[in-house]
């Protein structure tokens, strides 16, 4: 019973380092979503895939690339990290179009 | 665009109490959904809510869709120390297209024993 798996768990870049942060989920969910959490700041949508091919920029998908590889992993991409970028980010999966969330714990990373 | 005001920021109260919290837009929403985050951890889905109106409940926890369609509320009876952790609302509004689930800031909650 895995759910969402997000890796690596904690993280630190240095600024113009690139890194993929990876997300799988076993529960044959078409959607699949990343967030970016910011302390005073909610959650806040960075890219979603809808479906398998299909994906869509969110509300801060700048300096962000993803890739939708197959229906279980929903990768994220920071080609040349920014302090900016310093958040917990989570991905998640949608089953039914019902809006109902299953989210992964979460990866910390921290841009130098 | 389109947010969530949640209230309060944050609460420390005592064991036992009762907590209330709420989520207001200035849009009409079709969906509200509480989540609790946990330290370390993703949100975890408490109550989703689909109808104007429309009170449910799971265990201690009860959450409503306003009638006006524009906030919803989330109570907790009879808090214990494991109720600790932020309480997020989220929405979605008429109009909007997938991906368009706002969330709150967030409601951060201390129990003390």
């Known amino acids: 019973n895995a759910g969402v798996t997000q890796t690596p768990k904690f993280q630190v870049l240095k600024t113009g380092q690139s890194m993929t942060l990876q997300c799988a989920q076993d529960?044959?969910?078409?959607?699949m979503y990343w967030y970016r959490q910011d302390p005073g700041m909610g959650l806040r949508l960075i890219y979603y895939?809808?479906?398998?091919?299909?994906?869509d920029k969110g509300e801060v998908p700048n300096g962000y690339n993803v890739s939708r590889l197959n229906k279980r992993e929903f990768s994220l991409r920071l080609e040349s990290a920014a302090p900016s970028q310093t958040s917990v980010y989570f991905c998640?999966?949608?089953?039914?179009?019902?809006?109902?969330?299953?989210f992964g714990s979460g990866t910390q990373l921290s841009v130098l | 665009g389109q947010q969530l005001n949640q209230s309060p920021q944050s609460m420390f109260i005592q064991e036992g109490e009762d907590v209330s919290m709420n989520c207001t837009s200035s849009?009409?929403?079709?969906?509200w959904l509480w989540y609790k985050q946990e330290p370390g951890e993703g949100p975890v889905l408490l109550i989703a809510?689909?109808?104007?109106?429309e009170l449910t409940s799971n265990g201690r926890l009860t959450a409503q869709f306003g009638i006006t369609r524009k906030d919803s509320f989330l109570n907790i009876s009879a808090s214990i120390p494991s109720d600790v952790g932020i309480y997020f609302c989220?929405?979605?509004?008429?109009?909007?297209?997938?991906?368009?689930?706002?969330f709150g800031k967030g409601t951060k909650l201390s129990v003390k024993p």
């Open positions: 998640a999966s949608e089953g039914l179009s019902n809006e109902k969330l299953f």
């Open positions: 809510l689909y109808k104007a109106g």
């Open positions: 895939s809808a479906s398998e091919g299909t994906t």
């Open positions: 529960m044959n969910h078409n959607s």
């Open positions: 989220a929405g979605s509004y008429y109009g909007g297209s997938q991906g368009n689930l706002i």
């Open positions: 849009s009409i929403f079709n969906t």
